[in-house]
């Protein structure tokens, strides 16, 4: 699929995660799999005011490309202006943020919030547009709740201002991450606009993003919370939709993955014990053990100590 003049090969994307997909585990899942990533979303206003945290999270180092940096806000000027902004980080595309879901956002009107102004998104996505020359994006969800599902509508309007791509997850604000993904919209959306559409919502394993493409028609797929703890879900999806076999990685070749995240973690943020912490909690999830050897990250207070306990179960 194409974003305008970007190319991804089978339209795999690592999906923008506040709090999670951070450089290292962009640069992680990019090496295994994933053809586009993106980052946490960014404060367009705390862009515009200059603040510190700001560069850390829409750097993108030397992400493997296309890459993108995602901006959150609700007026079209500050959206606009933070925008061209970031293009010293040399972004692929601007993604505008219309789904997250969470109270403090769609309290201010931002993220989820502007599904219940569609004319706004217009207005936001015209002003992004006008201000920045590489293509840009927008990320929406069904709605805001079970009485206002209209993506299809806020994907026309985005449209009409200017977006080139439209990733949507199949959940209203209200559901947050509960129930399923409502395919049939991510297939109402594919069918209101001519740009490209990626689905996202459940996929779990390389049979989810298949019958997601299947069943929708859309362009691509975007994986979140599948990915946490099992990066390598991208090679496996890449491989079954080129029809090649996976080989499931080694113990050893997974405690590589592993290693090398603590050592990207640790060279690049400075609170890297938090946030080892976190990321490792995931790839141990369900393995022999795992919730004695969550015990045991969660007491280490160094990353030798991290790697000591990786060492002792990935040989």
């Not at 404060?43 to 603040?51: E, F, I, L, N, R």
């Not at 028609?217 to 390598?232: E, F, K, Q, T």
Request: proline letters at 4%; a neutral charge; hydrophobic letters at 40%.
């Amino acid at each position: 699929m194409k974003i305008d003049g970007i190319t991804i090969k089978n339209g795999i994307f690592l999906a923008p995660m506040a709090g999670v997909t951070d450089y290292p585990f962009r640069e992680i899942c990019a090496s295994l799999g994933a053809e586009c990533v993106i980052t946490e979303m960014v404060s367009s206003k705390a862009v515009c005011y200059g603040d510190k945290k700001t560069s850390s999270l829409a750097s993108l180092e030397s992400d493997r490309r296309p890459a993108g940096i995602q901006i959150f806000g609700s007026e079209p000027h500050f959206m606009a202006k933070a925008a061209e902004m970031l293009m010293e980080f040399s972004p692929d595309f601007i993604d505008i943020n219309m789904g997250c879901p969470v109270k403090k956002v769609v309290t201010n009107g931002e993220g989820s919030a502007l599904m219940k102004y569609p004319y706004k998104c217009f207005e936001i996505v015209k002003a992004v547009k006008s201000a920045v020359p590489v293509p840009v994006t927008v990320k929406i969800r069904a709605g805001f709740d079970g009485n206002h599902i209209n993506a299809d509508e806020v994907a026309k309007y985005c449209e009409e201002g200017g977006a080139s791509a439209i990733f949507i997850h199949g959940r209203t604000r209200e559901m947050m991450y509960s129930g399923r993904a409502d395919r049939n919209i991510i297939k109402k959306v594919k069918n209101s606009v001519s740009v490209p559409v990626v689905g996202n919502g459940d996929i779990f394993c390389a049979g989810d993003a298949v019958s997601m493409l299947k069943e929708t028609g859309c362009d691509g797929v975007m994986v979140a919370r599948g990915a946490l703890g099992r990066p390598w879900i991208f090679g496996e999806i890449a491989a079954a939709l080129e029809g090649r076999e996976y080989v499931n990685l080694t113990l050893e070749e997974t405690g590589d993955i592993i290693r090398r995240h603590i050592e990207l973690q640790v060279l690049y943020r400075n609170d890297s014990l938090l946030a080892l912490r976190k990321q490792l909690s995931w790839y141990t999830k369900g393995i022999p053990g795992s919730a004695s050897l969550r015990n045991r990250l969660n007491a280490a207070s160094a990353p030798e100590e991290f790697l000591e306990i990786i060492n002792s179960v990935y040989a």
